[in-house]
């Protein structure tokens, strides 16, 4: 157990629907991390986020948002869903951002899957 | 920016026999290697990782090398048991930048 949580487990919903996703982070960690793993894209970085703010961003389609809480949860929001949104969807953290002291090792959670029909 | 390149998609060895899965990156300037495990149904998890100042770094059946002429680097895992079963990742950073994963090896051990 990495002690990075995220619910839902399962996600099942239809075309055109929003979805939100949420993530908390390990005790002590300020940085959390969305990746999407695909069949054929296999781990890509979505988005990044230090102590609330946006750090840094990876290949996030304009549907999808994110933020980090005071709490330092993280959610993640689909919207207009389509069909090749169908993925898992895993969070990370580390206690610092890359590059500083503790930056470098991110924990996963056991991830969010997201069918679409 | 970065592009990792990861061989083989699959793996098949007998158990106690070594592993090897190997990785080229192509940005000289990355410097963080981790490699991550992920088993079924599960999130990937870090299981050993190296930065670009030392060659090789060992973790009891565990070890990484790198080569930064080359720009590869590999995990080597030897006296492979049946929970050693799982699909392998290995990803690179350059400083601040984000982690880029290679497209992950099945390695299957079989009894």
């Known amino acids: 157990d990495s002690g990075v949580t995220q619910t839902p487990k399962h996600l099942i919903t239809a075309t055109g629907q929003r979805v939100t996703l949420r993530c908390s982070p390990r005790?002590?960690?300020?940085?959390v991390y969305w990746y999407q793993q695909s069949l054929d894209q296999g781990l890509q970085f979505l988005i990044q986020?230090?102590?609330?703010?946006?750090?840094a961003k990876g290949n996030i389609l304009e549907r999808f948002s994110a933020q980090q809480f005071p709490d330092l949860h993280s959610e993640l929001n689909l919207s207009s869903l389509e069909l090749g949104d169908s993925a898992l969807y895993f969070c990370?953290?580390?206690?610092?951002?890359?590059?500083?002291?503790?930056?470098?090792?991110?924990?996963f959670g056991p991830g969010t899957r997201l069918t679409v029909l | 920016g970065e592009n990792v390149e990861q061989h083989p998609s699959t793996l098949s060895v007998q158990e106690g026999d070594s592993a090897v899965i190997k990785c080229t990156y192509s940005?000289?300037?990355?410097?963080?290697f981790p490699w991550y495990k992920q088993e079924l149904g599960k999130g990937p998890q870090l299981i050993i990782d190296?930065?670009?100042?030392?060659g090789e770094k060992k973790d009891q059946r565990i070890a990484v090398t790198l080569n930064k002429t080359a720009k590869h680097f590999s995990l080597h895992i030897t006296e492979t048991q049946p929970e050693d079963s799982a699909v392998y990742f290995c990803a690179a950073r350059q400083g601040a930048q984000k982690l880029v994963f290679g497209q992950g090896t099945r390695l299957t051990i079989n009894p």
């Open positions: 940005d000289s300037a990355s410097n963080y």
């Open positions: 005790s002590g960690d300020l940085s």
């Open positions: 190296i930065r670009s100042n030392v």
């Open positions: 986020y230090y102590n609330g703010e946006e750090r």
């Open positions: 990370a953290s580390s206690v610092a951002p890359p590059g500083l002291a503790g930056g470098d090792t991110q924990y």
